[in-house]
């Protein structure tokens, strides 16, 4: 079976920066791309970014040009360079893989999500 595992969530003030990280184990035969999603209280999940197996990487409007996408295929590792965090960013950070397994059975599978909390 297939885990993601994230890290690097926490309480940061406004302006400041995060790094959350996400590692994909287990019986992966390859992955495609892979994206970060959030979800705040009273709303629906929400894609924050995403990119492909290439690298080419894609945003949401309300963090463009604040957060960096980027992976290490070599590792199946996906991170999420956050930076000028606003309150507005606050929510459950979640790390989605979607890739096959070595049986060929391909899914979309999700990390146990990491709280991202901006404060002053």
């Known amino acids: 079976q297939v885990q993601l595992v994230e890290s690097g969530g926490g309480l940061v003030q406004p302006g400041g920066s995060l790094r959350l990280s996400c590692a994909a184990s287990?019986?992966?035969?390859?992955?495609?791309?892979m994206g970060w999603y959030r979800q705040a209280p009273g709303k629906e999940r929400e894609l924050v970014a995403d990119i492909t197996s290439g690298g080419t990487p894609r945003y949401a409007d309300s963090v463009k040009g604040r957060f960096t996408i980027s992976r290490d295929n070599a590792k199946n590792t996906l991170f999420l360079q956050m930076n000028v965090l606003k309150p507005e960013d606050t929510a459950v950070y979640y790390c989605?893989?979607?890739?096959?397994?070595?049986?060929?059975?391909?899914?979309?599978?999700w990390g146990q999500g990491t709280q991202v909390t901006v404060s002053s």
């Open positions: 287990g019986s992966i035969f390859s992955i495609n791309a």
């Open positions: 989605n893989a979607q890739l096959a397994t070595m049986s060929l059975v391909e899914y979309d599978y």
